[in-house]
């Protein structure tokens, strides 16, 4: 989810330069991919384009314009075939392998990528701020999309076929609705092998092509609830 102006602190975004620093091959850097968050769009990571011109000057850095602000609500399965198709051809592009940054929701569109392109070349995997293990939690944007519930309550709009066409509800994890979630969640409950699913070992598989995974989380986000999930 986007907190307004991601992100990056400055000091997570040279520890990360620096691991793709490490990772630089053949005298040139490999190209970046980056996938913004929820109700984000690309005009959001000037500040972090500009830290990677500076510290890796002539990195090719791609913000994916797709699924902008309010559109980034959109199902995320519906997401995750439009971001495969912006990617492939810079994936075909780079013999020798990309790096993906993704910020918050971006950060699980992208595991949901790595898990079904069976031919990807992602080298490093930066999982910035993203509830890989779901939201369970209040925050400005839920007040703002469902005013008349409290978080106890939005598991009823959530855990049903129409509450999945909202990305929100792809990834909301209620821990006293449990069974309900493992029912309903046509995305998440999928990714994290909570229910079985006949691809689980393919996808596991396609995500093992990747060489390093970098998560980044911290306890004073403020809007990924609880902190942890990241
Ligand atoms: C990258 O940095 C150089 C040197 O500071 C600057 O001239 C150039 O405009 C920058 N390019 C981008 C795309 O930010
Ligand atoms: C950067 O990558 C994109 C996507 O592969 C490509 O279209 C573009 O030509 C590249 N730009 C440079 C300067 O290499
Ligand atoms: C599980 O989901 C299916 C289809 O969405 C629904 O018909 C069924 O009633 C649900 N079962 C439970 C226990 O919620
Ligand atoms: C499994 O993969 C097949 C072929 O890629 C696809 O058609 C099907 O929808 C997938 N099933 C699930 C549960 O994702």
């Given at each position: 989810?986007?907190?307004?102006?991601?992100?990056?602190?400055?000091?997570?975004?040279?520890?990360?330069?620096?691991?793709?620093?490490?990772?630089?091959?053949?005298?040139?850097?490999?190209?970046?991919?980056?996938?913004?968050?929820?109700?984000?769009?690309?005009?959001?990571?000037?500040?972090?384009?500009?830290?990677?011109?500076?510290?890796?000057?002539?990195?090719?850095?791609?913000?994916?314009?797709?699924?902008?602000?309010?559109?980034?609500?959109?199902?995320?399965?519906?997401?995750?075939?439009?971001?495969?198709?912006?990617?492939?051809?810079?994936?075909?592009?780079?013999?020798?392998?990309?790096?993906?940054?993704?910020?918050?929701?971006?950060g699980l569109i992208c595991r949901a990528l790595l898990c079904t392109m069976p031919?990807?070349?992602?080298?490093?995997?930066?999982?910035?701020?993203?509830?890989?293990?779901?939201?369970?939690?209040?925050?400005?944007?839920?007040?703002?999309?469902?005013?008349?519930?409290?978080?106890?309550?939005?598991?009823?709009?959530?855990?049903?076929?129409?509450?999945?066409?909202?990305?929100?509800?792809?990834?909301?994890?209620?821990?006293?609705?449990?069974?309900?979630?493992?029912?309903?969640?046509?995305?998440?409950?999928?990714?994290?092998?909570?229910?079985?699913?006949?691809?689980?070992?393919?996808?596991?598989?396609?995500?093992?092509?990747?060489?390093?995974?970098?998560?980044?989380?911290?306890?004073?986000?403020?809007?990924?609830?609880?902190?942890?999930?990241?």
């Amino acid at each position: 989810m986007g907190a307004g102006a991601p992100p990056a602190p400055l000091g997570f975004s040279l520890g990360l330069l620096l691991l793709l620093g490490l990772a630089r091959a053949g005298g040139a850097y490999k190209p970046v991919i980056v996938v913004h968050g929820l109700f984000d769009s690309p005009a959001d990571f000037q500040h972090l384009l500009g830290f990677i011109n500076e510290t890796h000057p002539g990195t090719n850095v791609t913000v994916v314009d797709l699924f902008d602000h309010s559109e980034s609500l959109r199902p995320l399965w519906l997401q995750v075939e439009g971001f495969r198709r912006a990617i492939a051809p810079i994936m075909a592009n780079a013999a020798d392998g990309v790096h993906l940054l993704c910020y918050s929701q971006g950060g699980l569109i992208c595991r949901a990528l790595l898990c079904t392109m069976p031919e990807h070349n992602v080298d490093t995997f930066i999982s910035l701020s993203a509830p890989q293990m779901g939201q369970y939690g209040d925050t400005v944007y839920l007040k703002w999309l469902f005013p008349q519930h409290v978080k106890t309550n939005i598991y009823r709009i959530c855990y049903t076929q129409l509450g999945q066409d909202v990305s929100i509800c792809n990834y909301w994890n209620d821990p006293h609705h449990r069974d309900l979630y493992l029912n309903s969640s046509s995305f998440l409950a999928l990714l994290n092998d909570e229910r079985l699913h006949p691809n689980a070992s393919a996808w596991k598989r396609n995500l093992l092509r990747i060489q390093n995974m970098v998560l980044i989380g911290g306890p004073d986000d403020g809007v990924i609830t609880p902190w942890q999930s990241r």
